[in-house]
């Protein structure tokens, strides 16, 4: 990519508020370029999506929400009341506010195995 490409692309809309168009040599090593401005490059969760989207297209699978319910929020998995404490205590800091995502207590699923396949000693 030349100098002029990179300028057209990205630093010109910047400074002038205009969105420069596709210079028509790059337009032709590039067929049937599609663009989103709602999807930025620079967001790696929704490009992910985007992925997941089309693996889902490609199955006509419709049932299908753009973002999970973890999105890209930071995590925290507690396994104490004191862990929690501090989490809370931490989110006041910095003046954020938590959501409870999953209920308190770890369990194991209904549907793995509790019983060990190795023999008892006799």
């Known amino acids: ?22 210079e028509a040599d790059f337009d032709g090593v590039s067929p049937g370029m599609i663009t989103f401005k709602e999807l ?5 969760y929704m490009q992910y999506r985007m992925g997941v989207a089309i693996a889902a297209a490609m199955n006509d699978n419709t049932d299908f929400e753009q ?7 930071m995590i925290f998995v507690t ?6 404490d501090m989490i809370h205590k931490a989110a006041k800091i910095m003046g954020v506010t938590p959501t409870q995502a999953a209920s308190r207590g770890s ?3 209904d549907d793995v195995s509790k019983t060990s396949i190795v023999p008892r000693k006799k």
């Open 1 to 22: 990519m030349r100098i002029k490409d990179i300028l057209n692309e990205d630093f010109m809309p910047k400074l002038t508020g205009k969105t420069s168009k596709i």
């Open 40 to 44: 930025r490059n620079t967001d790696a």
């Open 107 to 109: 369990r194991e699923p």
């Open 79 to 84: 396994y104490t009341p004191a862990e929690e």
């Open 67 to 73: 973002e999970t319910p973890y999105a890209e929020n």
